[in-house]
């Protein structure tokens, strides 16, 4: 059969979600877990790589499997067997045509960033940090130059493994809470580093250094050299992909409650 999960994890000791030697990554732990409960090795696929220090709060993988166990199982025993920083959220039974990545309509990220002169303590490693005061208005104008498909080479990491640097941006909403400002994101799928070099073009606009129609001419340079560098991955959120309703998976991640309130 195959199974899908629901995983929620903190970032911070993991370096990213891939596999790697060391063993210290969000997979190895995950499988490491789930081989453990089924007694035999199973391999994920997930919907989206994370980085180092990149949180999610529904990252959806799938599994193929001969082990028969209810949905309720697959989230209870692996969470008995996992770290206290990640857990299994939800278990479904699916098809075998679902594909956690090929089938996702979109893909959803929230950044939250603290504005402070101090840094952050209590929120070390759940948010970003700027100490300039930043300006609402002008991120809002910058947004509307990326919204659109759109080649987006000056946002992509130098070692991005993707086949083409053309991708849909449906949305990016702005909103602030106090001193905590979340920015959330929504897109077909997502170059290496792309949320993180926006991120640093959008702080640059906002914090005054350059004004909004600068946006437009880092995306047109097609060139990372004419971007702003890029931000900290603290503070950033996998919220998880969209499927169709027909999938019956879980849309909404009740973690997303634990952030700071949502953008109208």
């Not at 047109?220 to 900290?232: C, I, K, M, V, Y």
Request: hydrophobic share 40%; charged share 20%; glycine share 8%.
């Amino acid at each position: 059969m195959r199974v899908a999960l629901g995983v929620s994890y903190n970032g911070l000791r993991y370096h990213g979600w891939q596999s790697q030697p060391s063993g210290q990554t969000v997979q190895d732990t995950l499988e490491k877990a789930l081989s453990q409960f089924a007694n035999q090795r199973i391999s994920t696929l997930c919907a989206g790589r994370t980085d180092t220090g990149v949180h999610a709060l529904a990252q959806v993988v799938h599994f193929d499997t001969d082990v028969d166990r209810t949905e309720q199982a697959w989230v209870r025993g692996p969470n008995a067997l996992l770290p206290h920083d990640m857990a299994v959220q939800w278990a479904r039974i699916v098809p075998a045509s679902f594909h956690c990545r090929a089938s996702a309509l979109t893909r959803r990220y929230v950044y939250v960033v603290l504005q402070s002169p101090v840094r952050p303590s209590l929120d070390d490693g759940r948010v970003g940090w700027v100490f300039s005061q930043l300006a609402l208005a002008p991120m809002q104008e910058a947004v509307a130059h990326l919204l659109g498909e759109h080649d987006f080479t000056s946002f992509r990491a130098s070692a991005c493994q993707a086949l083409s640097p053309i991708k849909r941006l449906e949305r990016i909403d702005i909103c602030r809470h106090g001193a905590y400002w979340r920015f959330e994101f929504e897109a077909n799928a997502f170059l290496h580093h792309m949320i993180r070099n926006i991120m640093g073009c959008l702080l640059a606009v906002g914090d005054g250094r350059h004004p909004p129609q600068w946006v437009a001419q880092v995306l047109a340079a097609r060139d990372r050299e004419a971007a702003a560098p890029t931000f900290s991955p603290h503070g950033l959120y996998f919220v998880g992909p969209r499927y169709d309703a027909h999938w019956g998976l879980p849309d909404q991640p009740v973690l997303l409650d634990g952030l700071p309130g949502a953008c109208a």
